[in-house]
């Protein structure tokens, strides 16, 4: 991979081993479901068969006569408080949507609580449903929540609200003036575009295992955030936060792991019997019961001069949130920020997004987040306004793509910032963009391929080729995050942050830049995460910072820990910490290095060195040259070649090009590993994982991996059609100039598959899914001339 940075570390940017590969050949790495307990229970969900409806009566006295049943959960006799990130209680008599949870039982086995559960007489009333987000809008549209709401708008909660939204829905962002950009447009280009949903299928579904040891509660989830789920159990279990333990055994995810209402009904079973508790989900309650990706119908309009300058860009956008989801604003803000404000060098955008909610399954974070979604359409429409213009689509990005010294916005201002935002910069590792896309066009020998505008890549009977590109970006947010760094005795250290491994290799790169930055051999660092008694505060591991957050909060803490070590030593040593380094498990004099201590023997007499570091606020990362705040954001180019069989209407992927900005890589292959995944989940969404929604009752057509079509490695490339790299150009505020980067390589993928469908037959695919049926009416569509 092609280093632009420049720089030598001992332990950063080699390819070393993952700190958990070898529990994971073994299969002794620990999921939250192999955790057994001595007398532990087990718990099972009724879900609602209907996508929208009252419990008008329920009877759960046959199941509580079940030999081992000891516990029943319904919502007359659990607490009516809402919880994190709902709009009520974990049990309602209200249902929203096919899959919400109505009842839980728990017992011995189980087989006994399943059987349990057929047992519990419920009677309800269906309501009126809407699944259709432009439909939930109308005026006649059934009310989801009518206790919160006169209409179907997402406007936060009550006791969280959006605070930049107006009074319509929408919540806006403007740079620049729009009418004035589009007015000095030679072509203005229009697009709509619907992308498909995805379910985040995790290598393992979600479960969570509780215990209560006297009046504290320790709880084992599957979460990417466990510190955020700290304040919505406490409150709804009346308890303060010191008498819960918090530790998240993580496995996948893609920005969705939470355990949704399971840690509450879990907590308070253990609760009620004085037992563990576990509640696993079956593979098909992970369908039913969770999240999925956001639905949005967008809009966009731009200008363009026939020089290829785009004057300016306006994005509409309409939101399906699903019953149930107070993530909605963040994915409208990544959305509204990243590719409806900042893609592009825009020197005027409007953008307006507005979240409706319905009764289908609620959205959740999967992998992108509101960047992919938006980025889907945009680069459709930048494609468009490249042909309309007889531009080449590299060029025409090459021209207007950003740059360092960018207007640039934080995602956390579009959502709660004032109404008209303080507007930072993009840092110097954007520069990074103009390269990557050169490079991508290189490493595909695109000048060879691309034969123009209306002209396939190749043609063979029915087979046609095409060749398509698109760039894309996403943020590498820097948000609170606080670590500690022991050194033991014997030279080595422990690292303790609260944020987790899901398998993107968090704990190795947390243990390369504390080796690092301590001069101590990677061996020698074992970090902690993820365990609320013992760690400090971090959000955790979503919206790709947990190198730019995380990473850099152990650095610091190292880095702190160093600076006593070396305080020690040059006292001993009769200098001063400025003529010492540390290296190799030294500390050694930098004008003399065969003048050293051990870094062992300097920890051995010292009762205790410990390193703490906390974040500081974002307003703390300025640039020096404008000397306003440093937004961190990661960019990417990707090329998609495929074969379209215009009998049949199958797309083949023959090639995937992806080359990423990753600020620097901490550990090489760990850095392909991610770039790898985002391009082949972005290829999954639009060819081939198709959820299959009833949208006459909002039923899960396939909630199973035989009828959702997961890539396997027959469904991808050959390895040398898989082109995953990156590039570095070391952001200025990151450990060792590293940065969050694995969501950027879904966010390209997606529109170049598109473009080059386009490409190869001359018709654009309105769909958002590509599905056979999709090509074969575009192709119709194109025969008739409409």
């Not at 279990?237 to 920005?255: A, E, N, T």
């Not at 989900?281 to 967008?298: A, L, M, N, P, S």
């Not at 305080?567 to 009769?574: L, R, Y």
Request: hydrophobic share 40%; net charge negative.
């Amino acid at each position: 991979m092609e280093n632009t940075a420049e720089l030598e570390y001992s332990v950063v940017g080699k390819r070393l081993p993952r700190k958990d590969a070898i529990e994971k050949v073994t299969g002794k790495f620990q999921c939250t479901a192999d955790i057994q307990l001595p007398g532990m229970l087990y718990a099972k969900i009724l879900h609602s068969p209907y996508s929208h409806a009252r419990i008008v009566k329920i009877d759960t006295s046959k199941a509580e006569e079940v030999p081992g049943v000891k516990c029943v959960l319904t919502h007359l006799n659990t607490k009516k408080m809402h919880v994190n990130w709902h709009f009520g209680p974990p049990l309602d008599e209200v249902l929203h949507y096919q899959g919400e949870e109505a009842a839980v039982v728990a017992a011995i086995t189980p087989k006994i609580a399943e059987e349990a559960l057929k047992l519990i007489d419920i009677e309800y009333e269906v309501l009126p449903a809407v699944y259709d987000s432009e439909e939930a809008l109308k005026p006649d549209a059934p009310l989801i929540h009518p206790d919160y709401r006169s209409d179907n708008t997402f406007r936060g909660y009550p006791w969280q609200p959006i605070g930049r939204m107006d009074e319509d829905g929408f919540l806006r962002l403007e740079y620049g003036d729009i009418n004035k950009g589009l007015s000095e447009a030679d072509i203005i280009v229009e697009g709509d575009n619907t992308n498909p949903m995805q379910f985040p299928i995790s290598p393992a579904p979600r479960a969570v295992v509780a215990d209560w040891q006297g009046d504290q509660l320790t709880a084992w989830i599957d979460s990417q955030t466990p510190n955020s789920q700290m304040p919505g159990i406490a409150g709804y279990l009346g308890i303060p936060q010191s008498k819960i333990r918090i530790i998240s055994h993580c496995i996948g995810g893609y920005g969705n792991k939470q355990p949704v209402k399971c840690l509450y009904f879990a907590a308070l079973i253990a609760k009620k019997t004085g037992r563990p508790v576990k509640m696993q989900y079956t593979r098909e309650e992970d369908f039913i019961g969770t999240h999925r990706r956001v639905e949005f119908k967008v809009h966009n309009k731009v200008g363009v001069k026939k020089d290829g300058t785009i004057t300016g860009m306006y994005s509409k956008c309409i939101a399906n949130q699903g019953a149930d989801t107070g993530f909605a604003f963040i994915s409208m803000g990544t959305a509204l920020v990243e590719p409806f404000t900042l893609l592009y060098d825009f020197k005027n955008s409007k953008a307006e997004i507005m979240g409706v909610t319905t009764n289908i399954t609620s959205y959740g974070a999967v992998n992108g987040f509101g960047a992919p979604e938006g980025m889907y359409g945009v680069e459709k429409v930048m494609d468009k306004a490249a042909e309309a213009i007889d531009m080449d689509p590299i060029e025409f990005r090459l021209r207007n793509c950003i740059h360092y010294g960018s207007p640039a916005i934080e995602m956390q201002q579009a959502f709660n910032g004032p109404k008209d935002p303080v507007w930072g910069v993009l840092g110097p590792d954007l520069d990074a963009f103009r390269h990557l896309i050169e490079k991508c066009r290189e490493d595909a020998n695109w000048k060879e391929k691309w034969k123009g505008w209306h002209t396939p890549a190749a043609v063979n009977g029915a087979k046609r080729k095409g060749i398509g590109f698109a760039i894309g970006m996403h943020h590498a947010p820097y948000w609170a995050s606080s670590s500690f760094v022991i050194m033991n005795p014997d030279g080595s250290a422990t690292v303790m942050n609260n944020a987790v491994e899901i398998g993107q290799g968090f704990k190795t790169a947390v243990a390369q830049v504390v080796a690092e930055s301590l001069g101590i051999s990677y061996d020698k660092v074992t970090p902690v995460l993820s365990d609320s008694a013992v760690c400090g505060q971090a959000f955790g591991n979503v919206a790709s910072q947990g190198t730019t957050s995380h990473v850099y909060s152990a650095k610091m803490a190292a880095d702190n820990a160093r600076e006593q070590m070396l305080a020690w030593a040059a006292d001993k040593m009769g200098t001063t910490p400025d003529q010492l380094a540390a290296k190799n498990n030294f500390v050694y004099m930098k004008e003399n290095p065969e003048k050293k201590m051990s870094i062992a023997e300097i920890c051995g007499a010292n009762y205790q060195i410990f390193g703490t570091f906390k974040n500081p606020p974002i307003s703390a990362l300025v640039d020096p040259k404008s000397g306003k705040i440093v937004s961190s954001y990661a960019s990417t180019a990707a090329i998609v070649e495929v074969e379209v069989d215009t009998e049949t209407g199958q797309v083949k992927v023959e090639r995937m090009t992806g080359v990423n900005d990753v600020g620097v890589a901490i550990n090489p292959d760990n850095c392909e590993n991610q770039i790898d995944l985002g391009m082949i989940m972005a290829k999954g969404w639009v060819l081939n994982e198709n959820p299959v929604i009833d949208r006459r009752t909002g039923a899960i057509m396939n909630p199973n991996l035989v009828d959702y079509k997961i890539n396997t490695i027959l469904d991808i490339p050959d390895r040398k059609d898989f082109v995953g790299e990156y590039v570095e150009r070391p952001y200025p505020f990151g450990p060792y100039g590293a940065k969050g980067f694995s969501e950027t390589a879904c966010t390209a993928v997606a529109p170049a598959i598109s473009n080059a469908v386009y490409n190869a037959i001359g018709v654009r695919v309105e769909d958002g899914f590509i599905s056979p049926a999709a090509i074969l009416r575009a192709l119709e569509k194109k025969k008739q001339g409409r």
